[in-house]
């Protein structure tokens, strides 16, 4: 009760009227907030879901009584949270199409750190996802004990199915363990994914999970899909198709590589150069001519294997034409080297059901010492091959 010993203006009463009025409102909208909303959908949901509501409590002037509108803005909030999931997904996309081109992100560190960007984005779902690329692969997490994925790798490595049937004993695995189990497919039938996906919290229904997965599904799919076909691609373009040797269109880039090193190293002043070392087969045109090109590109195939066989972790081979291949090493003088690369190749092996026998010619430069470009050190490990010959 106040009480007031001097007359006061009515406006002032009027004040303070509202105010109370408005601390009045304040208590109201805070016990019905907290002991009647919030609303469920479901009553009967083991997990209750509350509703997005808001209230406003007025009180009546010159009445007795309160007006309390509730206003339900669930549908909204439910839109706004799709369009932001929408959104993340798409800023990831972009994201990852532009890392696929790194190189020296390896497959499978490219999709550990797309399933984690995916799961931080929505933290709503919790994803496990196996890769499998020709019967061996790799899980994330790494400590990813999923038995359901577990089976599915069996499946997939046992190929006890395939195609539209491993599509739907996938699907029912899924059914079998109540989870929501994708197979991932890719262009080369030799490699699979599958993806296992679960709510993190019931709120999930804020928005469409069916649709948010399925979302995700498409999105892992895609990216992976085309961090391989960067991958293949740049393998094509840097590699001869037959015999998995560099090729000559990848040899300039790797020398100029070779010559950075060396820089960086402080190799070249101390002494130590590069070695290139040009190999021609002698004779091979006859093996053509007799047995075949197929047959040629058998024996080809062989002896690459063997120049392979011959090169150390520092060192790089290359078919440059039909039957010449250019061998660079990190040192400044041939030692041994064109005894062991010649006894190598002219080992005879097995092709088909003839044996084959063919010897080599290499000639050999050295930068810096013979030249500082690589036409000029070619031009004269060819010269010192075809005196060889």
Known sequence: MLFFWASISGQLLESIDNAMNSSLSRILSHKIH??????????????????????????????VGIL???????????R????????SLLNIERNYF??????????????ASLIDDISWNVSSISIKFSFLKEGEGFRYPKDNNSAVLKRCEKLIQHKEFE?????????????????????????????????????????ILDVSFSKTITKIRDLISSLIEWKMSFKKLSYM???DELTGLFSRSFLMKKFDGYKREMDVEGLKASGVGLSLFFVDLNKFKEIND????????????????????CLSEDDSAFRIGGDEFLVIRKEATPGDYIETLKSKISSPFLCDS?????????GHACYPNDGHNLDELIHLADKEMYSEK
């Open 290 to 309: 007799q047995f075949g090109h197929q047959f040629g590109d058998k024996v080809l195939i062989k002896i690459s294997q063997r120049i392979k066989s």
């Open 80 to 87: 706004e949270k799709q369009i932001r999931v929408n959104e």
């Open 354 to 362: 003839d044996v084959i026998s063919i010897s080599a010619s290499i």
């Open 237 to 239: 373009a840097s590699h």
């Open 163 to 203: 195609g539209d049937s491993l599509v739907e004993m996938v699907e029912s695995l899924g059914n079998e363990y109540k989870t929501n189990l994708f197979l991932v497919d890719f262009s080369d039938r030799n490699i699979k994914g599958v993806a296992e996906f679960a709510k993190n919290s019931e709120h």
């Open 98 to 111: 532009k890392k696929a081109s790194d190189l020296s992100v390896s497959l499978e560190s490219f999709i």
């Open 34 to 63: 907290k002991n009647i909303l919030p609303l469920y959908r479901n009553k009967e949901a083991s997990v209750r879901l509350p509703l997005h509501i808001s209230t406003l409590i007025s009180p009546l002037k010159d009445k």
């Open 68 to 78: 309390i509108r509730i206003v339900d803005y669930t549908s909204l909030v439910k």
